[in-house]
């Protein structure tokens, strides 16, 4: 029943979907437009259209037109949208039922944050259309989105017929409507994806992985256990999904079993193909077929008879039994080889990301050391040979708390002691502890007027040595792994090119095996031919269905489009696997059809680069969904805020296998990767490449500063200085340059400017999704005259930021007036904050650093036993809070293991920075990243004032380093609780 009222809610979300996607010829706008001056005049051609109006349509008013296309395909698109049921009644234009901006509007948008900025404009809009529509600023903000011109704009409004399916979800919406007819029931992996059912894994014989291209451990990982009813497998960029799905696609083949790769974006699938055939794979495995619209069928028709012919011709070279048993033992031979290989190059790429970390980290430290003079101090210890962890660990406790050196009755004995004895007390119980941990020689550092605050301080120093010791040791084990590695007598570059050849053999054996049954039954073969006529002439297969479970026998691959699969795979038709890439870029219902076609799915995304964007009203969504599934939760069901990819990671989520991340890193430099690595990917991405020595524009990641003048959405001196940038990057050898910009207007002109240079390739974002360059410049056009909307804009999509700047392999430079971007707030203010620090020191130093792998001592048991009874039951809910998160909280965390503070603190914040604690420690469990900090207020919190103070300060500390601090109180059940919940799930 959920299943079914899910399935209507999305349903009646396609249709208004498709409201907001019409397309006006221009015979048609001849009969719909209306003068905005002549409004008298809509309410007759609203009663003659009302008569004719169809049952699968309504009425929609729209404003402004936009131009599409030239000459006699010129199309009209109306920009904004709204309905008006009471129109006839009380004669008022502008009452709205509901509304929406065309979905050409939307289409460029690269995330949700400038998503929320259109639906700003909406509500203004709905507030009062006929103000909105007056006011020209309105227009122009959104077309700042797209790549369009006022000049394109035809200021008049329209009344037209809007259908409640559009052509690209067509299919869908049947889809949908079949299942709630109940001509079919929902498959289990549609069950499963929708209401968390999570099915068993699927049996098969377990095989050793094939590899058809070269792979890497996190890729085998997930191919080697694609089992699950649903899977996820995330990957950020240049960590390899294309590899990884091609050889995912040879490991189904090998198992006698079909697949489809399958995204709302042709041009991914396109890569797909383009591998097959780049690689020289199709030379050996041509199984596969590429199928998508009705006019791409009919001519691909043609080329699947030719490829019949030609795989009659190869099944005489089929290899003998003897043959394909040697090969498949060969390839387990090399496996076993790779996995030993891999072995020490997965220690190696651990290590080494270790030791650049704890480098860091180091740094950071000794800043901070230098920061409170404390270098002198620091030299002092290294003489005294002080690397003692113990020591460390006993003097953080003894900070703590203190009651180790004072006892439990400090205040009562200092009150029964005249002052001129206190003095002598506190020496002998400190010089009687330092004793106890073996360090008297540390007594001549201790300031008895604030013993704490001294022997904090000895133990930052005693911390840092203890680091720089364990990275020599680090750096020993690297030598010897590297040693090893030069000691097998083979590498995995040459493991994997002898592999990747036998395995296609393998492939095309089990291949060729399967399809010899068809392709020797005559029958079989003129139920194939019949399916290839429909296919030429229709462009669909129906008629022909039942031939379809032979042809796929045939052509085991199918790369399609997720909105036109229906009209590729029959009704009835069961494929063993269904691969979704970029399905961060797919809504959920536009999957629907591959799903009730699958026995298993496995979803390829990254929610960090582009997303699904729907034009749908926001209150619009939450009518629909409480309308259609009420008693349930919106939030992991929303068709406009949860891409396909959102879902399936919801779906897979309280399961322990079926979720994988590819995370070693090949395309970008570490300087252009890590900013992203850092602020998306929470550091899990590990740096393959190496940081090459930093010249001018040798390689690198660089900022451009430009003072110029915005005219709309055009920056000339920008452009000016991109011309330059460009003649410096060729004439050092660089041959493939792409040019970035969120702007049309500077996109038109960026592509005039360089029209004639082959080696340039200009557009906005989605341009190059999944494509990548030697140098990427970002031409952000934000100077004098740019409005707060633009600047915003940029600023918040930080997907266009992650997106662009992943593009680079070697070179990438920022453009702007840096004076406006650094005194910003958001992505792009913190990306010329790190290109700075990179100009200026060679390595980032961010000011959150993530020390907890380096400091244990936040593990032990020992510090819950620092918490009191409401801190205690604080901690057990949080533990529950998050149970099925990918978090982890600690208690009783260090401040200064949490924040790196890297400027002069006065004498008081210095003192509880470096001796007081966080009440609790939210980090990621994977990658082990500090995310925030929950404090617990009792009573005191409220009417004590020196713990008031502390709190003060603590905020201080937290604002300074943008770190997020959540203050639950005593009595609060509902709202701290509820904010944190909407943080942690944006980290989800």
């Not at 005249?418 to 008297?440: C, T």
């Not at 201790?446 to 022997?455: A, C, M």
């Amino acid at each position: 029943m959920l299943t079914k009222n899910l399935l209507h809610y999305y349903l009646e979300c396609l249709k208004y979907e498709s409201y907001f996607s019409i397309e006006l010829k221009q015979n048609e706008l001849s009969l719909s437009q209306i003068n905005p001056e002549e409004l008298d005049k809509a309410l007759e051609y609203y009663e003659k259209i009302s008569k004719h109006l169809k049952d699968d349509h309504t009425l929609m008013f729209g404003y402004p037109l936009l131009r599409k296309g030239q000459g006699e395909k010129t199309t009209y698109l109306p920009l904004f949208l709204w309905s008006n049921s009471t129109f006839l009644s009380d004669c008022n234009l502008f009452k709205v039922d509901h509304l929406g901006f065309h979905q050409e509007l939307i289409k460029p948008i690269t995330d949700k944050s400038s998503i929320d900025t259109i639906h700003k404009l909406k509500e203004q809009f709905a507030a009062s259309p006929k103000s909105f529509l007056e006011d020209k600023q309105n227009l122009q903000k959104l077309l700042d989105y797209t790549e369009y011109d006022m000049n394109k704009i035809v200021p008049n409004y329209v009344i037209v017929q809007a259908a409640n399916k559009s052509a690209s979800n067509y299919l869908i919406v049947n889809e949908i409507q079949a299942i709630l007819e109940g001509k079919f029931q929902p498959s289990t992996v549609l069950n499963s994806f929708l209401t968390h059912s999570f099915a068993l894994p699927h049996p098969y014989i377990q095989r050793a992985p094939l590899h058809i291209v070269p792979s890497n451990y996190p890729q085998n990982v997930a191919i080697s256990d694609i089992q699950n009813t649903v899977s996820i497998i995330k990957g950020p960029p240049g960590t390899g999904k294309t590899q990884t799905i091609i050889n995912l696609i040879a490991n189904q083949v090998d198992r006698q079993e079909t697949c489809a790769v399958a995204s709302t974006n042709n041009q991914a699938v396109d890569n797909i193909a383009e591998k097959l055939e780049g690689a020289g794979i199709n030379r050996h495995f041509f199984g596969f077929v590429r199928l998508g619209n009705l006019s791409h069928n009919k001519k691909e028709s043609f080329k699947i008879r030719n490829t019949i012919e030609r795989m009659k011709e190869e099944i005489q070279a089929l290899l003998p039994d003897e043959t394909y048993i040697a090969y498949t033992m060969k390839s387990q031979t090399l496996l076993e080889r790779i996995n030993q290989a891999e072995g020490t190059e997965q220690q190696m790429i651990d290590m080494t990301n270790t030791i650049n970390h704890l480098q860091q980290l180091i740094g950071v430290l000794n800043d901070r050391l230098r920061l409170h003079h404390l270098t002198t101090m620091k030299k002092d210890f290294e003489e005294l040979s002080i690397s003692n962890e113990k020591i460390e660990q006993r003097l953080r406790e003894l900070v703590d708390e203190p009651s180790h050196l004072f006892g439990s009755d400090i205040f009562r004995k200092f009150r029964s002691f005249v002052a001129g004895k206190i003095d002598a007390y506190m020496k002998r119980r400190v010089k009687k502890y330092l004793r106890s941990i073996d360090a008297p020689h540390l007594w001549e550092y201790i300031d008895i007027t604030s013993p704490t605050h001294s022997l904090a301080l000895c133990e930052e120093i005693v911390k840092v040595i203890n680091l720089e010791h364990r990275l020599k040791q680090y750096k020993v084990e690297l030598l010897q792994l590297q040693h090893q590695k030069k000691e097998q007598p083979y590498n995995l570059q040459t493991l994997y090119k002898e592999k990747n050849g036998i395995d296609l053999i393998i492939i095309r054996s089990q291949w060729l095996r399967k399809a010899k049954t068809i392709l020797e039954d005559a029958k079989e073969m003129r139920n194939i031919e019949n399916l290839l006529k429909e296919l030429n002439q229709d462009g669909r297969i129906r008629q022909t269905a039942s031939a379809f479970s032979s042809f796929v026998k045939l052509f085991p691959v199918l790369l399609v489009s997720s909105l036109s699969a229906r009209s590729c795979i029959p009704y009835g038709t069961s494929l063993d696997l269904v691969i979704i890439d970029e399905s961060s870029q797919c809504s959920i219902p536009s999957v629907f059809s591959l799903l009730q076609s699958a026995r298993r799915a496995c979803f390829f995304g990254d929610i960090h680069q582009l997303s699904h964007i729907v034009s749908l009203e926001d209150r619009l969504s939450k009518t629909l969904f409480n309308n259609y599934a009420s008693g349930i939760e919106l939030t992991p069901y929303c068709f406009r805020n949860v891409s396909a990819f959102e879902r399936a990671e919801q779906a897979c989520q309280h399961s322990e296998y079926g979720k994988y991340l590819l995370n070693y890193h090949y395309r970008c430099i570490p300087s252009i990767a890590s900013f992203s690595n850092n602020n998306f990917y929470r550091g899990r991405l590990r740096m393959i490449r190496q940081e090459p020595e930093r010249r001018p524009y040798h390689t690198g990641i660089f900022s451009k500063n430009v003072y110029g003048t915005v005219y709309g959405t055009y920056n000339p001196q920008e452009l000016n200085e991109i011309k330059s940038i460009v003649a410096e990057l060729e004439s050092n050898g660089v041959t493939q340059i792409g040019i970035v910009t969120p702007f049309a207007a500077q996109k038109k002109k960026l592509i005039q400017a360089f029209r004639n240079n082959s080696n340039i390739k200009v557009g906005t974002v989605h341009t190059f999704q999944g494509g990548e360059c030697q140098a990427i410049i970002f031409s952000t056009v934000i100077s004098n005259g740019s409005t707060p909307f633009q600047i915003d804009f940029v600023q918040n999509s930080y997907r266009l930021i992650n997106v662009a700047l992943t593009r680079a392999l070697d070179y990438f430079i920022l453009v702007g007036d840096l004076s406006k971007i650094d005194n910003g707030q958001g992505y792009l203010t913190k990306l010329s904050h790190y290109i700075y620090t990179i100009e200026a020191s060679n390595f980032h130093r961010p000011a959150i650093e993530l020390s907890i792998e380096f400091n244990q001592i936040i593990q032990q048991e020992s510090r819950k036993a620092l918490m009191h009874q409401g801190e205690r039951m604080i901690f057990n809910k949080l533990q529950i809070f998050l149970g099925g998160m990918p978090l982890i909280v600690f208690p009783k965390v260090p401040i200064k293991d949490v924040l790196s503070i890297n400027f002069e603190l006065d004498n008081t914040l210095k003192l509880y920075y470096f001796t007081s604690h966080m009440d609790f420690v939210i980090y990621e469990r994977e990658s082990l990243q500090p995310l925030c900090s929950i404090e617990y207020d009792g009573d005191f919190h409220r009417r004590d004032a020196k713990t008031i103070e502390n709190d003060a300060k603590k905020d201080r500390l937290c604002r300074y380093t943008e770190f997020q601090l959540f203050r639950i109180a005593s009595n609060d059940e509902t709202e701290g609780w509820e904010k944190l919940k909407t943080y942690l799930n944006s980290f989800a």
